[in-house]
């Protein structure tokens, strides 16, 4: 990650006599001056999103607050100008807009992020939209359910308050990741129904495995009269957005991702697949204990990588492929897999 030492060259001391409005055209001008053209075509929102945050207009709707005439004409401080200044230079230098103020909207809500966490991204909704067709289409009752590589939390939480009456564990082996995914569950009120845990698919024990499934509790919220029921522990949906990105993929990347997005949470060995390989094994060595019957295993996935994962999980493992769904790109951005009934 790409920290850095920020200079003084746009700070000053002297009494700052400039209003909102002026303010963020300033803004605008100096990211438009950006080489990155992630930054500079995007420089009016940036500004905004920039702007906001120092004055501290963080919900979304009250950033509609800077098109207020009497917003617009407040003369800014010099902490509030120099912290601004802070934050361009840091824009200017690829640092990510979502890890300088801190969130990103994901879904139907706000979550945090921070450099050890991947930034929410809105290709990853796509797998909500298709978790909600599924469970409609096939009648689903989706009462627990497995995030694997929970990083914000951001797919597990959306998924949580799209089904009340379930509940949730999110795994990550980043413990930096799990508080960031905890702060979020508290934000949201969902952290009685969720427990987010270190573990790694790629080296675990069996005895994780149990602390798995009694995690968070044996039973739905809205009922606690079937704590004894064994499909009640096992996980009725798995979720999982893994490491895809190839270590040839990586290079061309925007150095926006490169330089500052964890690179454990992005990069995957053997053409971007070994994640996909050890998650199929892990579920399919535990498949008994912890998936219930029709469970629903979804992932997002890299261009162009249905067949390969379709492979693996059709022809290896044995699970059944169901469905895939595309993105706004028009790109399959996941593929949708569930457990075979023994008959």
Sequence with gaps: ??????????????????????????????????????????????????????LKINDHNDQYQLFNKKVQSRIISNEEYNQLQSFIERRLNNEPINYIIGYRYFWKNKFFCNHSTLI?????????EKIIEESKEKELKIKKI????????????????????????????SNEALIIANKNAIELSLDKRVSLLNFDWNNYDKNQISKLLSSPSSSSPSSSSNTNNENNEKFDL????????????????????TEWEP??????????????????????????????????????IGKGQEKDI??????????????????????????????????
Aim: proline share 3%; charged share 25%.
């Design 1 to 54: 990650m790409n920290f850095i030492h920020l200079s003084k060259r746009f700070y000053c001391n002297k009494i700052i006599n400039k209003n909102v409005l002026e303010i963020l055209k300033d803004t605008k001008e100096k990211l438009l001056k950006s080489n990155n053209e992630l930054i500079s075509n995007y420089s009016e929102l940036e500004s905004k999103l920039l702007v906001s945050h120092v």
């Design 120 to 128: 929410p991204r809105p290709d990853s909704e796509t797998i909500i």
């Design 238 to 257: 798995v979720i999982s957005n893994p490491p895809y990105i190839s270590n040839e993929e990586f290079k061309y990347l925007n150095p926006i991702v």
């Design 310 to 343: 379709q492979s693996i999980m059709e022809n290896k493992y044995s699970f059944k492929y169901i469905g895939y769904k595309k993105d706004l790109n028009s790109i399959i951005r996941c593929l949708v897999f569930m457990k075979k009934v023994k008959k």
């Design 146 to 173: 497995l995030d694997l590589g929970t990083g914000t939390g951001c797919l597990l939480l959306s998924t949580l308050n799209e089904f009340k009456d379930s509940i949730g564990v999110g795994i990550d082996k």
């Design 263 to 300: 690179k454990t949470a992005l990069i995957a060995d053997e053409n971007g697949l070994k994640d996909y390989k050890s998650i199929a094994s892990f579920l399919n060595e535990n498949k008994d204990s912890l998936l219930s019957d029709n469970c629903l295993i979804v992932f997002e």
